[in-house]
């Protein structure tokens, strides 16, 4: 089995669901602590905006067969408490049609204090969902994150990175230069 890994190199705030915006989506590209945020004051819980992640840049080879795939977020959150704390909310896939995965592999874990790399996903899960090469290698292929902050006063979720990685089979080629023997023939 093969694997290609990459980092969105597009992301931004999209207000599709949650009330809480991302401020500097775009920080989500390198592993370099300089994060997106979403901040909640407010003493409930609130969800955030997509962050909104596509234009990975795969080029996963014609005829392989995709095994798996793993969405990886480097994160933290300002607060893990009782009542401060991040947890993931939507964690979905983005097919090359702009839907959305039907499995959402959200963690029901509250996020660390300091960043973490939190994979989602598998190398042989698909997340419901049927993948071609062209999918993969689709600009339109990508990620969204959805957090859901609990809240006593403030608290702020912070997303560094995001990466996907891609777990397939290559397509065999056939050996054009096998010779082909008729056995019949003496």
């Not at 955030?48 to 795939?69: M, V």
């Not at 969902?129 to 006063?153: C, K, Q, R």
């Amino acid at each position: 089995m093969a694997t290609a890994t990459k980092a969105t190199t597009h992301a931004v705030d999209s207000s599709t669901v949650g009330t809480v915006a991302w401020g500097s989506p775009g920080n989500v590209t390198a592993n370099d602590a300089t994060f997106s945020t979403a901040l909640y004051s407010g003493t409930k819980t609130a969800t955030t905006h997509y962050l909104y992640c596509d234009t990975f840049g795969f080029d996963i080879p014609y005829g392989a067969i995709i095994n798996g795939i793993v969405a990886g977020i480097h994160c933290k959150s300002s607060a893990s408490s009782v009542g401060d704390y991040c947890v993931d909310g939507v964690v979905k896939l983005i097919k090359a049609d702009s839907s959305l995965s039907a499995t959402d592999n959200a963690l029901a874990s509250h996020w660390d204090t300091v960043e973490t790399d939190t994979p989602h996903g598998s190398s042989t899960d698909l997340w419901g969902e049927t993948w071609t090469p062209a999918n993969i290698n689709s600009s339109a292929f990508g990620m969204v994150l959805s957090v859901l902050i609990a809240s006593t006063s403030f608290t702020m979720a912070s997303v560094d990175y995001i990466y996907i990685t891609v777990y397939y089979t290559p397509r065999i080629p056939r050996n054009s230069s096998a010779v082909y023997q008729n056995p019949c023939i003496i």
